[in-house]
């Protein structure tokens, strides 16, 4: 469980360029939640998933993550709690190490890390067992590097490497915007059925209205900020994206911005 209370955070503070980015942020996730957040350009999102993740440091408020107080704690001490899929199929995984050996430093994330010399054995084998999940055939290709890979390949591998270990939650920025529409509704169907089948907490970022509808239990607009509306279960059920974009003019008294928030 996640609780994120009044998170305030401001870029450049007493600059020219001084930008509020998270102004009175307040959200929790429950257990098993599957949460979709949406927002236009610059509302937050990726902000306030740096922030869960440590990645910069809120000005105030207060971060939960499973009751543990971890407002203050940088990447690397949050990272057995909380995982991680970006955007960049580049960023996550390190492209001069082979799959196993990407695969083994997961297994250690939150724990001293030494990656050795060699693979265990007995961690190949879960490792390829895992990858014969993706039905990619990469259970076939453990000691390619990582770098050989293509964009959709990464992020399979990524999503497994952050459900490899468990974590309170796991955050995926926008994971399948750099990727075909193919490959991407692949990896999008892919996220759900490790979600489900491993029960995980999620916040998926996405730029889509109707794929935060259509995927996980709760959605989550915010603007400015801040949260501007937090919908689930019947009140979700049925909506449709001009019912988003009718429930945000509802809340802000603003139309939003059609170049700002692709309504697909
Ligand atoms: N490291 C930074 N330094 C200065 N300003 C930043 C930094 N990171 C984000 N910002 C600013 O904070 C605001 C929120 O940015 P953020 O990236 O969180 O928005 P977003 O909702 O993820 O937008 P997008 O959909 O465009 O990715 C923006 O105005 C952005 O320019």
Do not use: W
Request: charged share 20%; aromatic share 4%.
């Amino acid at each position: 469980m996640i609780t994120a209370t009044d998170l305030r955070l401001t870029f450049g503070e007493g600059t020219p360029l001084e930008n509020p980015a998270l102004r009175g942020m307040s959200l929790t996730v429950n257990q098993g939640e599957f949460v979709t957040v949406i927002g236009s350009n610059g509302a937050g999102k990726s902000t306030f998933l740096n922030a869960l993740a440590g990645e910069v440091l809120v000005d105030s408020g207060k971060i939960l993550v499973d009751n543990i107080d971890v407002t203050k704690l940088p990447t690397h001490k949050r990272t057995g709690r909380v995982a991680r899929v970006f955007q960049d199929p580049l960023a996550g995984t390190c492209e001069g190490l082979s799959i196993e050996e990407n695969l083994a430093l997961a297994t250690k994330r939150g724990k001293h890390r030494s990656l050795g010399t060699a693979v265990k054995k007995q961690y190949r084998e879960h490792f390829r067992a895992s990858l014969a999940t993706l039905g990619l055939g990469l259970e076939n290709r453990l000691t390619d590097k990582m770098g050989l890979l293509s964009g959709g390949q990464r992020q399979a591998v990524s999503l497994l490497m952050a459900s490899l270990t468990p974590s309170s939650i796991l955050l995926l920025d926008e994971h399948t915007a750099a990727l075909d529409p193919k490959t991407a509704s692949f990896v999008l169907e892919l996220t759900q059925n490790i979600i489900a089948e491993q029960k995980l907490t999620a916040l998926m970022v996405t730029h889509s209205m109707k794929q935060a509808l259509e995927v996980g239990t709760r959605t989550v607009m915010l603007h400015q900020g801040e949260v501007v509306f937090d919908i689930a279960g019947k009140d979700r059920e049925g909506l449709q994206v001009k019912d988003l974009l009718n429930l945000f003019e509802q809340q802000r008294g603003l139309t939003v911005d059609d170049d700002s928030l692709l309504l697909s």
